[in-house]
């Protein structure tokens, strides 16, 4: 009776030859997130320097609406999903159908908070954290999706982004497929850029957090980020996440944030487990390809029992199960000029099989010691009839027996087990025909001094101690001056060291200075003839200070065994189409494509060639080929539906200004006027929203026909300024042809170079500004702040301050500058007359008030700062923005303050009540607080309660 139950079950989960995919409306109660904040986000914040252009958005409603989304849905006969485009794209919820139950964390409110790169972030289900930091800038965002549907009967999803920092950009495809129960995540990641990049790589689900939750991870280490120490796996030891009783397999013992990295993992899956519904959920990616495995818990602190509830309406916790491409957040994946990256992970579910133990894409093993047996629980993702089970002592098979797996019911099996056999390796496998569906090693027990020499036991710390490796770090993270400064170092100590001289250089390009990395490559040359990647950035550095021939002459030494020669060639491609030469420009586009396919320009620039010359159909095969392999490129879909004389692509393509800048990048290094003046003509009258992109059609027409230089001249200069943050090489070049003209473009300018830290020009530029009087009030809040943050010149900090306060639009940052200058300069006249003028002030945004707060407790007016503090609803940063005044500081202040005050008046149970807020205040590790302690300890006393006063002292 059981096996014809089984066998009905299995009959109504196999009736879909074809995976459907379609679009579905939701109403979901949802926060709304107001207008973001018009000063460029140009402040320190969560370890990067800056993420302009992207704005801050740190205005979240209060009230809750109701809003229908537009879900796209997959499903097949195990699992449905779907994802929400407006919030970044991410896999809002997945559904296992066997047991009707949420793969993934499903938030039931929209409910952002200040946690992600640029403020507003949501918790829930699956985000793609590509390529700058976590949670990355556009996950509340509108993002490009689309339906795949395969010949196989499989479908997907993608979902692509453009980082507006990088200019790189990524696609991630998420794929179900006919009778399997899995979902594959297929991530492309592309460098648009001339040189080497460092990208983010990292995936982030997100779990119920319930009462005892396991972590399944294979680690023998943990890692700490920042300082790259080890820990030994799962003990805390004397890490970051050490507290008594922590064990880090168990989510119910985490005190703290916890977030360890695995280190040395040679295992291809991690995973979670429910022991109160026998469930969970397993990733699997290949560990060559994606060896970072993280574990991100709130803990049981103050701070993050608050977060959770801040995160949604019904107090549910979450953690997040992430997977990356390097082991730890603080790193980043390189990426060579033009090429791609693409990674294959994998997401299943377990239900009823135990915790995991081993995992493939194919099949999740579960096993356990009893008595004299091994008992194992497997669960396939597929059906695979008498597939061969194989279990090895050493190199013996000493068990053998056909088992059916299949994605619906659990397939248990009974080893018998001989206590000798634990001096030696055991393994097993499982096999389908030829293929080899699951294989582990259950004991690796070698030979004891062979495993005394392998040292497994014995952690090696990486830190970064060279000053070559901490300047690439910097680079990587987008810190140019910084590493500058330490390249420059290494180079003055060993005037020879060819790769700093490369890196210094590259940073320079970065930094769209081109004409200086020249003069530090020219130095060391002359002596390295042979040093491939000095000869490419040389090269690239004559390419964009225009010497194109002599450019093109180094990148023919380049050799094929390089990296860099697909790049290299492709300059010499753009030469030839510069010289109208496109035979022999398409002869170095097949060299790259039959030697490094992963040089996806060189099969865009092909396609465009053929376009030209008029083979349009061979152009049409090779872009419907390439976009099978690279869904969402909006260059291969512009030029294939010009090909096709159609629209099928337009919405897409034209519907997000990031989209106009890829394609206006590409073009106008062909320096094709006609398509950029196209394009952006078709932006403006599609309703873009890009004045100033809009701005550039006429810049387009005066190289194609001339007589449009005031017309651009007008446009430029009448656009607002509010909330224009360019960032493209393009931007740049049009701008700078503007500066003389328009001091539009010059702000605008400036704002590009201040991007780059090219601060001796921002100064030069946007001092120009300031002598004329400029009225925007934004430029004087952004010189404000680098005069205080960059060179800590109060004085003059504090004059553009004042000078900006008198500007439009108001600017209540000023109050920030203002105040802090005042208060480092001992200037205590002038902070009462501020704190006159806050208070005068009508409408105080919340970072006023924060300033309004510091202000009355430095004062010593903290019964006031307590008012002000109660009357507030503040918004909390996870972590505070380098220019905001943090939250906790003022909440301590106050209360501690307003202890004083009543200490001073003997009242003991006023300074009680006060010191008890902060004692009860939210901490993110429940750190000590010294000076919180001592006043506790102090009340007490002179309450006398010794015994409690003692306690308190002690802490």
């Known amino acids: 009776m059981g096996d014809y139950l089984n066998i009905k079950k299995r009959e109504a989960f196999s009736s879909m030859s074809t995976v459907n995919a379609y679009n579905e409306k939701k109403t979901i109660r949802t926060y709304l997130i107001g207008d973001t904040d018009i000063n ?19 205005k979240i409603f209060k009230e809750v609406k109701e809003v229908e989304y537009n879900l796209f849905c997959l499903e097949n006969d195990f699992i449905k ?62 993002t490009d999706t689309m339906f795949k549907t395969y010949q196989d009967g499989s479908a997907s999803i993608t979902i692509c982004d453009i980082d507006m920092i990088s200019w790189q950009w990524f696609t991630v495809e998420l794929r179900l497929y006919p009778g399997k129960a899995y979902i594959e995540q297929i991530v492309r990641m592309y460098n648009t850029n001339d040189y080497y990049d460092s990208c983010y790589f990292w995936t982030t689900s997100a779990e119920l957090e319930k009462p005892g939750l396991e972590y399944r991870f294979p680690f023998l280490w943990h890692i700490e980020e920042e300082s790259r120490k080890k820990y030994l796996w799962p003990y805390a030891e004397d890490g970051p996440f050490a507290a008594e009783g922590v064990d880090l397999r168990f989510c119910d013992t985490m005190k703290a944030f916890t ?80 090429n791609k990256i693409e990674l294959c992970e994998y997401w299943l579910y377990s239900n009823g099989n135990g915790p995991l133990c081993a995992a493939s894409k194919e099949v999740i093993a579960s096993y356990k010691m009893e008595d004299d047996a091994l008992l194992f629980s497997f669960i396939a993702t597929d059906c695979y009839q008498e597939a061969e089970f194989t279990f090895m ?154 010497e194109r021939y002599k450019a093109v002459k180094y990148f023919y030494k380049v050799p094929l065994s390089s990296k860099l020669f697909a790049a290299a060639s492709y300059f010499i491609a753009l030469y030839h189409v510069g010289k109208r030469e496109y035979e022999k420009a398409l002869a170095k586009l097949d060299y790259i494509t039959n030697y490094q396919p992963y040089h996806y320009k060189s099969v865009l620039l092909k396609a465009y060639i053929l376009t030209l010359t008029q083979k349009k159909c061979e152009a049409g095969e090779i872009l419907d080929k390439y976009l099978e392999a690279n869904p969402l490129d909006y260059i291969g879909m512009y030029l294939r539906d010009e090909i096709y004389e159609s629209q099928e692509h337009s919405k897409l393509i034209f519907g997000q200004r990031q989209n106009i800048y890829r394609l206006l990048g590409f073009f106008d290094e062909l320096c094709d006027w006609k398509r950029c003046a196209a394009i952006v003509t ?60 328009s001091s539009n473009a010059k702000y605008l300018y400036g704002l590009l170079q201040y991007r780059a830290e090219n601060y001796n020009l921002v100064k030069q530029v946007w001092g120009e500004l300031l002598d004329s009087d400029f009225s925007y009030s934004v ?55 501020l704190l006159r003028r806050i208070e005068e002030f009508e409408h105080k945004t919340e970072p006023c008030r924060r300033v309004w707060i510091d202000m009355l407790n430095h004062l010593g007016q903290h019964d006031q700062a307590v008012q002000v503090l109660e009357d507030t609803e503040f918004m909390i940063f996870e972590h505070d923005p380098a220019d905001l005044i943090p939250y906790p500081k003022i909440f301590r202040e106050s209360y501690l303050g307003l202890a004083r005050m009543a200490l001073r008046e003997k009242n003991y149970i006023q300074a009680w009540a006060a010191v008890e807020k902060c004692l009860n205040m939210e901490r993110r590790y429940e750190e000590n607080c010294a000076e919180i302690y001592f006043y506790a300890g102090l009340i007490q006393e002179k309450r006398g309660d010794f015994q409690k006063a003692l306690i308190f002292y002690e802490r």
């Open 393 to 546: 002592v050493a190199d013996q098979i000493v068990w053998q027996q056909k088992i059916d797996l299949d994605a619906i019911k659990n397939t248990k099996l009974k080893v018998p087990f001989k206590t000798e056999w634990m001096d030696y390796d055991l393994s097993f496998t499982i096999t389908n025909s030829q293929e080899v569906l699951l294989q582990e090693t259950i004991l690796d027990n070698g030979e004891a001094l062979e495993m005394i020499e392998r040292e497994e036991y014995v952690s090696k710390d990486e830190v970064r101690e060279s000053e070559c490796a901490q300047a690439l770090a910097l680079e990587k993270r987008r810190h140019y001056n910084e590493a500058i400064a330490l390249y420059l170092k290494v180079i003055k100590e060993n005037p020879q060291y060819v790769q700093a001289y490369v890196r210094l250089a590259t940073c320079y390009l970065k930094k769209h200075d081109p004409e200086t990395a020249l003069r530090y490559l020219e130095q060391i040359l002359t002596g390295n003839p042979e040093e491939t990647e000095l000869i490419y950035v040389y090269a690239l550095a004559l390419w964009h200070t225009g």
């Open 682 to 741: 078709k932006h403006t009258q599609e309703g873009g929203s890009s004045a100033l992109l809009s701005s550039y059609q006429y810049y387009y027409l005066d190289l194609l026909e001339g007589g449009h230089r005031q017309e651009l001249i007008a446009a430029v200069n009448n656009i607002s300024l509010d909330y224009v943050f360019p960032n493209h090489p393009v931007d740049l070049k049009i701008l700078r042809s503007l500066l003389t003209d």
């Open 779 to 833: 430029l004087y809040r952004n010189l404000a702040y680098y005069y205080q943050r960059v060179e800590c010149d109060l004085y003059k900090a504090q004059e553009l301050a004042e000078k900006g306060l008198e500007k439009k639009p108001f600017n209540d940052y000023f109050f920030y500058v203002l105040y802090t200058s005042y208060r480092a300069l001992g200037l205590e006249e002038q902070i009462n007359s």
């Open 259 to 338: 977030l360890p990295f695995g280190s040395e993992v040679l295992k291809d899956y991690v995973g979670i487990y429910y022991p109160d519904t026998d469930s969970g959920v397993v990733h699997v990616a290949d560990f060559r390809q994606v060896p970072g495995k993280k574990v991100w818990a709130w803990g049981n602190a103050s701070a993050g029992v608050n977060w959770c509830k801040r995160l949604t309406d019904n107090d549910e916790r979450y953690i997040e199960l992430q997977a990356g491409a390097v082991e730890t957040q603080n790193e980043f994946k390189i990426i060579e000029p033009h």
């Open 81 to 142: 999903m779907t994802i929400l485009p407006d919030l970044g794209g991410k896999l809002y919820s997945a559904v296992d159908k066997r047991s009707n139950q949420d793969i993934f964390y499903c938030n039931p409110v929209v409910k952002p908070q200040l946690v992600g790169c640029t403020g507003a972030w949501t918790s829930g289900g699956v985000e793609f954290n590509f390529p700058n930091r976590g949670h990355r800038p556009t996950a509340t965002d509108y």
């Open 40 to 58: 460029p986000f140009i402040s320190e914040y969560l370890g990067s320097l800056m993420f302009y252009p992207y704005p801050l958005k740190n």
